[in-house]
C-alpha cells in the first residue's frame, strides 16, 4: 500500500427528480458513480 496522497473530487448533483453523485481522482479517472432519488 502506498503512503502518497491523492487527491479526491466528490461532484453531487442534488435535484427535484433526481440526485447524482461521482467520485473521480486528480487523473480524470472515474472511481465510483450513484444515482437515486430527489433531493
Known amino acids: ?3 502518497e496522497r ?3 473530487f466528490l461532484g453531487v ?3 427535484g427528480t ?3 453523485a ?3 481522482d486528480a487523473g ?3 472511481l465510483g ?3 437515486s432519488g430527489p433531493a
Open 18 to 20: 433526481r440526485c447524482r
Open 22 to 24: 461521482r467520485l473521480a
Open 13 to 15: 448533483d442534488g435535484g
Open 6 to 8: 491523492s487527491a479526491l
Open 1 to 3: 500500500m502506498s503512503s
Open 28 to 30: 480524470g479517472r472515474v
Open 33 to 35: 458513480e450513484g444515482l
